[in-house]
């Protein structure tokens, strides 16, 4: 299960998962920003506030994942992954080879700092 919130005002999606991820939680997504997306071209940038990575339920959740990733991530400028865990750490790294946008990683404290870069205030 993934909570998410979209502000709205700064065009910044924030995920949470809590729980295994499921096929329906990328639906959910998709019904949440898409409206954002067809009226102002893309996000301005994708928080992943996650203290570990719960997995997914299924093969089927798990594609459903990847397929959300290549769907949106040409309409998503900056993705921020807010995280102490020491693999998740690394993973902006790795995106960086297969999405369009900027990818960065900051320690869970710095929750505040990593939705100030997203929105362009903090270029440190």
């Known amino acids: 299960m993934i ?9 910044i999606l924030i995920v949470s998962p809590v ?4 096929t329906t939680d990328f639906e959910r997504l998709r019904l949440l920003v898409d409206p954002w997306i067809e009226e102002h071209g893309a996000l301005q940038g994708l928080l992943i506030d996650v203290e570990s990575f719960p997995g997914w339920e299924d093969f089927a959740s798990m594609l459903s994942h990847l397929r959300f990733v290549q769907n949106y991530q040409n ?6 992954a807010v995280t102490d865990n020491g693999f998740l750490a690394i993973m902006p790294r790795v995106a960086d080879y297969f999405v369009a946008a900027e990818v960065r990683h900051f320690k869970y404290r710095d929750r505040d ?12």
Do not use: F
């Open 113 to 124: 700092r990593a939705i100030a870069w997203l929105r362009g205030d903090d270029t440190s």
């Open 3 to 11: 909570n998410a919130q979209l502000l709205r005002q700064d065009g």
């Open 19 to 22: 729980d295994t991820l499921e």
């Open 75 to 80: 309409r998503i400028r900056r993705v921020a």
